[in-house]
């Protein structure tokens, strides 16, 4: 129903264009003989007056809105950093609305004030350098300010997060979220994207789904393994092809041998992960869990790392007025301390159906606007019993199974140190996760 | 100065093909590029309408989608979700480098530089004719790329990697992307051309007596333009060189340790972060190489107007300088919350900040301008007063922006999209709009309908005002650009979801509004250029040497002897002087001061 009353509107107004062009026009030809530039005494007053009435409306509409729109709607910022970032809002909303306010009068004003007047001459005022001295350095001094509160913000919120900050890792790929809490120890398990995939083993039966690429001996043999198969049934298809068992395309067969050509390369950079993480590394993964939905204990400080799987996206919490891109290949930090629980946000708000959510803000393929997380904010009783419930999978620790026969003991060896190297995905971020586990 | 080498001008007779098409003078240049430029900014408003009707009405049937897009793309009447964001990103493409890079520089550059300057034509008629068949060009790709069967780019105008880069992730960025990729290109060729060509032609072609400070602030505002042009677009290309070899050739500029619809890919060690610099560091000059041209235009046409000369007006130089010099240095403030180094995010902080003070000058200067005038309310004088009004509205938000404490809780939302738009959807078209009002009879020999252009402006400012001032409500309130729809938020806060319903609908209804409007303007134009009032020499009584040329056009600008200047453009109610104007070509009179 709605659509078609627009539709009707817009028909209308259409109409209407149309009406006042041909009258306006009319109107004009009917003058003919008088010319375009010289526009009548009426007709200059007339905008004279509209600029007046404009700006009556502009402001009228400017101050309905903030009455009843104000933050957009958004309520108090329920974390401590979003707090700051309200007052620092205020703190500027001040300046630039007095800004925007007295700029816009004096330019409507004197717009109306000094229309044509055939029994006036304008006055001739080219420069002053006292006036332009003064609207430089005003500014200037308006700006100073805001930029000391905003830097003294900025640097509060990107600070190091404080010792026991809690270490969660989001994990974002299109188009769903994945968070992984660190667990007692809290440093998260290492991770690279090689390992990813889910694998079969069909020596043992057993199957093992690596979803963040998790690091341990394990779950290198099982990628390994999981290439190894791979492999063998890409070169059982071709050479069944090549028995003219199949009636595919040669492009087909091509793709598959660049397939089998790529995949070789990645096992090799998966066997040379082999040693590059020794136990006391590795072990940081046994205690983490994930989850695929937030559970946040109030007042507790977090430290979220963020990773991608495949574009960017962002993490976008409104409510914490927090946000921070996640980027592939990389880690992003993001420190987010809630103030207020969900219920305390219900009655806050008023609305008993308030909830908090993760939203991505960084366009990632068609279905973007789909990808969120909830989030929820409640005590630390509330937290331990979530913890335990059913969605909530510990990291799932692969099931040992037989080293791939192409580990070769050479490789097995550990170095010294714990780890080294080129691995794309863990050591070259030198961003502040580092020292807190976030790898 | 190199007058003479022209003087041949004007005599050979010219076919349809040399005068129409293959034109190598400025004017018919010009006129190319604005006609083209409105075509382009037809489809572009279009787009943006088809895109609306969906955030106003999401999901409902509706004829227009159907009409417009057919079955393909509107099933049943409904916007497919991967074409809404084909519709955004080409909409922004074409709005941003088409309509308001090419066709507003390329337009009164051309048309202006040698009339204003007092020059009988570029400094090569070659180049120029070159760049706008480029342009032509690189326009009939991005229009071509909406009919693929894979559908245009999709990755949003700013084209960000990974995105763009694999078509597994997004099906526009198979051959829609290669389409924007290549488009841009030439695009970019074609502005670079004009550019350097607009830069000679203002440094060795002024008239006798026209020194760089009697220049006319539109051609300062087209000279320095062209200058950021050159300095900042050569970075596009390499960013979309390397973006087309990781897109083809599997190098890692920008890419790293991906896997895409669970395929695992090879490509290792770049980084998207990388493109966003590259891009940023082009995407901020150019903001300013949309908004100083129109800045040019409107000082022009409000001094004329106001019968007043500009107030200020070296400190109007001064911070067309400052913004193009500070424009280089603050493009990190769109990528505060890419993961950028936090030091590094605050001094784009602070230079960002800096660039509201030239800005403030301007604003200051122009009101002055104003005080104290004698104003005759054109269209092209009401445009630039709006131009003023929307400059100040979307130059505080920026400020809002550039604070990146505050940035982070609105980067990437609809306060995003209400700021740019205000300063270039608002500022930088009214100038456009301005111009063309202005210039018309330099262009057409022809006036166009003043009753019409009022009627148009009003509509147009109160419609372009009701659709981004709800905006930035919507976009603080935390809603994501480039989002199909708002559903998510039902499911968090339905009071919420409730004033973004609202609010879309408010918007697109002025969005279908004003879009209508434009009629009016087209109608207007179209109709003036081959029926409208035969166009008086110097109609606005202005002080520049174009109104000094004859009114039919004629090879080589004046059919005599080039002008000869000896004023300053602005010699506007001079006391003393019996007319309210002193054209530039007036001697000093003894005793008499340069400005
Ligand atoms: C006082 C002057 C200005 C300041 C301080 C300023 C500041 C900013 C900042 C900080 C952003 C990034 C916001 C974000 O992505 O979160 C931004 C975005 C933008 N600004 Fe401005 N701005 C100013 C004037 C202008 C002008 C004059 C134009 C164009 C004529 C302009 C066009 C844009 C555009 C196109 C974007 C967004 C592009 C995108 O993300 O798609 N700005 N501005
Ligand atoms: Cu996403
Ligand atoms: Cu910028």
Redesign the pocket.
Known sequence: MGMKFVVLVVIVLAVIAVAQIMRVYELSSKLRGKREEELSLKTNNINASLMLVFLLIFFGSFFYMLFAYGRGMLPNAASEIGQDIDWLYNVNWVIVIFVFLSTNTLLFVFSWKYAYDPNRRAHWFPHDNRLEMIWTIIPAGALAVIIILGLMTWNEITGEPSDDAQIVEIYAKQFDWTARYSGDDNKLGYSDYKLLGTFEDSESGKSYSNALGVVSHNSINWRVKGINNEIAELKETIEKEANNELAFSEARVNQMITKVEKLERIRERVLDMVGMYDDSVVKFADDDYMATELFLVKDQEYYFVLRSQDVLHSAYFPHFRAQMNCVPGQRTTLRVKPIYTTQEMREITGNPDFNYILMCNKICGVSHSNMKMAVTVGTQEEFDEWRYTDGITSMALPDTISAPSNLNMERMKMPEAAHHGDHGDDHHSDDHGHENGGH | MSAAAHTDHGHHKESFITKYLFSQDHKMIGKQFLVTAIFMAIVAVILSILFRIQLAWPGESNSVLSFFLGDTWAPDGVLDRGMYLGLVTIH?TIM?FFVLTGGLSGTFSNLLIPLQIGARDMASGLLNMISYWLFFLSSILMLYSLFLETGPASA???IYPPLSVYEEAIPGSGAGMTMWLTSMTIFIASSLIGSLNYIVTVLNLRTTGLKMTRLPLTIWAFFVTAIIGVLSFPVLVSAVVLMLMDRGLGTSFYVNDTIINGEILEQSGGSPILYEHLFWFL?HPE??I??LPALGLTSEIISTNARKPIFGYRAMIGSILAIAFLSFIVWG??M?VSGMNPFLGGVFVFT??L??IP?AVKVFNYITTLWKGNIRFTPAMLFSIGLVSS?IT??VT??I??DSAL?IA???TYF?VA??HV??GL??IFGMFAGIYHWFPKMYGRMMNSKLGMVHFWLTLVSAYGVFFPMHFVGIGGAPRRYYDYSVYELFDSNQFQMIMDLNVVISIFAIVGGLAQIIFLFNFFYSASKGQKAVQNPWKGNTLEWTTPVEHVHGNWPGELPVVHRWPYDYSKPGAEEDYIPQTVPLAPGEEDH
């Open positions: 922004g941003v949003g105008w700013t995407g903001v300013y949309v908004l403030h769109h505060f960002t900040l660039i509201a800005s400059f979307g130059g920026g400020i922006l550039a940035d609105v980067h990437d995003v700021h740019f300063v270039m500022s930088a």
